[in-house]
T-cell receptor
Framework: NAGVMQNPRHLVRRRGQEARLRCSPMKGHSHVYWYRQLPEEGLKFMVY????????ESGMPKERFSAEFPKEGPSILRIQQVVRGDSAAYFCASSPPSQGSYEQYFGPGTRLTVT | GEDVEQSLFLSVREGDSSVINCTYT??????LYWYKQEPGAGLQLLTY?????DMKQDQRLTVLLNKKDKHLSLRIADTQTGDSAIYFCAEWSSNTGKLIFGQGTTLQVKP
């Protein structure tokens, strides 16, 4: 059973470009979470999604950031018009529906660098 | 709001025991976790403890929970150089449904 997969692992964008980060949850998992890790800091919750639903987006910046988890395909975290402050590692986690969100399995992360 | 605090750095000699401490504020925390992160890598779940437990042991790892003081610790016995990493404490509450992380403790193991 493959783990949580994220791609790309590294992404470089110029200021003003768009960044798209993908996350494929573990097989059978229907809950996805996105976290951001700024340099020298812990992970901060961004958003919690189920298939076709945003459950909690209390950690998402109000502008430029959006997330989706369609019926088919991976979850996407989209950052429009990136700025240097968006440079961070973005981690996705997934959990099985029967266990709630307390057992979250993390992907390897996408490291975004904005130049 | 919820908050999780850790000391930032710990240095030990190879073969010694390491104890990493964490405090949290959310009294409704249901599960508490320890994750390990090596440079440039993702998070590896080391262990977690349910809030009605005081202690959990798994090979070289011992987790102690003092719920009254909202204090969690991770003890690593016979610390090896391969244990050098950043260790994150995290808590999960059924009220919020999300993991709240501390800022991480860098463990340096000297040969």
């Amino acid at each position: 059973n493959a783990g949580v997969m994220q791609n790309p692992r590294h992404l470089v964008r110029r200021r003003g470009q768009e960044a798209r980060l993908r996350c494929s949850p573990m097989k059978g998992h229907s809950h996805v979470y996105w976290y951001r890790q700024l340099p020298e800091e812990g992970l901060k919750f961004m958003v919690y999604l189920q298939k076709e639903n945003i459950i909690d987006e209390s950690g998402m910046p109000k502008e430029r950031f959006s997330a989706e988890f369609p019926k088919e395909g991976p979850s996407i975290l989209r950052i429009q018009q990136v700025v240097r402050g968006d440079s961070a590692a973005y981690f996705c986690a997934s959990s099985p529906p029967s266990q709630g969100s307390y057992e979250q399995y993390f992907g390897p992360g996408t490291r975004l660098t904005v130049t | 709001g919820e908050d999780v605090e850790q000391s930032l750095f710990l240095s030990v000699r190879e073969g010694d025991s390491s104890v990493i401490n964490c405090t949290y504020t959310d009294s409704s925390s249901t599960y508490l976790y320890w994750y390990k992160q090596e440079p440039g890598a993702g998070l590896q779940l080391l262990t977690y403890i349910f809030s009605n437990m005081d202690m959990k042991q798994d090979q070289r790892l011992t987790v102690l929970l003092n719920k009254k003081d909202k204090h969690l610790s991770l003890r690593i016995a016979d610390t090896q150089t391969g244990d050098s990493a950043i260790y994150f404490c995290a808590e999960w509450s059924s009220n919020t449904g999300k993991l709240i992380f501390g800022q991480g403790t860098t463990l340096q193991v000297k040969p």
